[in-house]
């Protein structure tokens, strides 16, 4: 069974950076997409990020330009750097992997439990 373990979040306020990190039990060379993704209460969950094993990466409009999402494939580790946090960027954020490459409409096989980002105004 594989297990991705999310930390990182907090509380920070507007203009504040966050760094996520998401440790997974297996090599995450293994799976060909880790994603990131968020849902804020009463909306639904938003992929915001994902990198596929070729090093692909691209990113929600909401969060381009703000948010990069890298790995640390020794540590068998995913990041996703958040900067210029805003209000709207509050959610829990998952962490998920995918045996299959389909970009954007990835059909995600594993999640990790999440972890809460608050960014006060």
């Known amino acids: 069974q594989v297990q991705l373990v999310e930390s990182g979040g907090g509380l920070v306020q507007a203009g504040g950076s966050l760094r996520l990190s998401c440790a997974v039990s297996?090599?995450?060379?293994?799976?060909?997409?880790m994603g990131w993704h968020r849902q804020a209460p009463g909306k639904r969950r938003e992929l915001v990020a994902f990198l596929t094993s070729g090093g692909y990466t691209d990113y929600a409009d909401s969060v381009k330009g703000r948010f990069t999402i890298s790995r640390d494939n020794a540590n068998n580790t995913v990041y996703l750097r958040m900067f210029s946090l805003k209000p709207e960027d509050t959610a829990a954020y998952y962490c998920a992997a995918a045996r299959v490459e389909s970009r954007w409409t990835t059909r995600w096989n594993y999640w990790g439990q999440g972890t809460q980002v608050t960014v006060s105004s």
């Open positions: 297996r090599s995450i060379g293994s799976f060909a997409t």
